[in-house]
């Protein structure tokens, strides 16, 4: 899902039981940046540039397919975060995709 980081407040509808997604009400100052581990590439091709993202008080999760979502949760640190996730597609180690990115203006 796009636009939708760590903290959001969401909005949903309620449909035969069913609970979809509307919007978010309130941003909670995250990013999510997500990683999916090119054809070949094990998960250790990501942990072993983890520490790059460990610095920036990133923390992340992971699927069993390989995709890494990574939580920025300062707003300074979501440039640097972004080189990191540029820096590995330009290797071929993942694709690079930005789920949401915070800014001071939609972190406020």
């Not at 949903?12 to 940046?33: L, N």
Request: aromatic share 10%.
């Amino acid at each position: 899902m796009n636009g939708v980081a760590l903290g959001d407040l969401v909005s949903i509808d309620v449909v035969d039981e069913q609970k979809w997604f509307r919007a978010v009400e309130e941003r909670g100052g995250h990013s999510t940046i997500r990683l999916v581990m090119e054809d070949g590439k094990a998960n250790g091709d990501f942990l072993a540039e983890w520490p790059r993202f460990q610095v920036l008080s990133c923390t992340h999760q992971a699927s069993s397919d390989g995709l890494y979502l990574v939580d920025v949760p300062n707003v300074d640190k979501v440039a640097e975060a972004v080189a990191i996730a540029i820096d590995g597609e330009r290797r071929g180690l993942w694709q690079y995709e930005e789920a949401w990115l915070a800014t001071w203006e939609s972190s406020s």
